[in-house]
């Protein structure tokens, strides 16, 4: 080997390692994971049992941070702007793309779901339960409707925020029942369970792993599932089609996305570990105790899902005037 092709064989292989190196590298340092709602809520205690188990596998601590607001577009834009390195992730829920979709109707958008995210995973599934303080009037939704039209009653319901998913199927229900409703904004699940535990709201809504245990307490009423037939945990709560109203029928979710442009390697690496996480035995038996389903779906599924359900309300939204 002459000096020429030596010193070309060791100029590549400096360039080579650190290449190998950055390929290598994920994660360098701290993984943030983003909430978009209050502590306490299904998406926060999601986030926390994944973490936790992500935490003892990746080499890297994986912090969960709170940032609630604005039906949870305050996370999502903060996730869209950060650097596409995989060491901030967002996890949401089915108000994602209903808040995203009323937002860009109101041409309030800050980001582009289409184009600012990737798919992490499908953590898990969690029906959608309409819930209500204990005294109110009708064994389930319809018949609560009925009175509520009947008796023209003053009725109010409450949202995680302007565009949420509870805000969408609020005002799509009051269309379809053919009542009036006044909308009660929260900051997340948790403030808006106590305020119906309390009776300060009167309708109320939201994923069932966050509402099973005050169910089962009789601290609040069922009265229909989203889901597209009757949820094991509840089986004498009828469904929303049952009840006539198909329109209100969605799939839940809890799932992780990170910006757009983030490496495959870095995809990758959060999708294995997040999905070995929902399937780790004990963080699935706590999932299915608060009536979560583990998924840990590919990344394709979650983007599939996400497009799906913005298909899916794109014009209910449209038609109700929902201003996100």
């Known amino acids: 080997m002459n000096m020429f092709t030596r010193k070309t064989v060791v100029l590549l292989s400096c360039l080579a390692v650190p290449a190998l190196a950055a390929a290598q590298a994920f994660p360098s340092k701290p993984i943030r994971v983003l909430v978009p709602f209050p502590a306490g809520g299904t998406t926060d205690i999601v986030a926390r049992l994944v973490a936790s188990r992500m935490q003892e596998t990746m080499g890297q601590p994986v912090l969960v941070e709170n940032r609630a607001g604005a039906g949870g577009t305050i996370a999502a834009a903060e996730v869209a702007r950060s650097a596409p390195d995989g060491h901030t992730i967002l996890i949401h829920n089915v108000t994602f793309p209903i808040a995203s979709v009323a937002a860009a109707l109101a041409n309030r958008a800050t980001y582009d779901v289409d184009k600012d995210f990737a798919g992490v995973s499908i953590a898990v599934y969690v029906p959608f339960v309409w819930t209500a303080p204990p005294a109110t009037p009708g064994a389930n939704l319809k018949e609560t409707m009925d009175q509520v039209k009947k008796n023209r009653l003053n009725y109010t319901y409450g949202s995680t925020g302007p565009g949420s998913t509870m805000h969408v199927l609020g005002e799509a229900l009051a269309r379809e029942a053919g009542v009036q409703m006044t909308h009660i904004p929260f900051k997340g699940a948790a403030p808006l369970k106590q305020d119906l535990i309390a009776g300060r709201v009167n309708l109320g809504g939201d ?29 004498e709560v009828p469904t929303v089609r049952e009840l006539g109203y198909p329109i209100l029928e969605l799939e839940g979710w809890n799932g992780f996305f990170a910006p757009a442009k983030t490496p495959r390697e870095a995809l990758d690496r959060l999708n294995r570990e997040a999905a070995a996480a929902v399937k780790h035995p004990e963080v699935a038996k706590r999932l299915r105790d608060m009536g979560a389903e583990p998924v840990g779906s590919s990344g394709a599924e979650q983007e599939a899902i996400l497009k799906r359900q913005m298909d899916q309300f794109r014009p209910v939204i449209k038609e109700i005037r929902i201003e996100g």
């Open 207 to 235: 994923q069932l792993s966050s509402s099973l245990g005050d169910i089962k307490a009789g601290k609040l009423k069922a009265l229909a599932t989203s889901a597209s037939k009757r949820i094991t945990e509840l089986p």
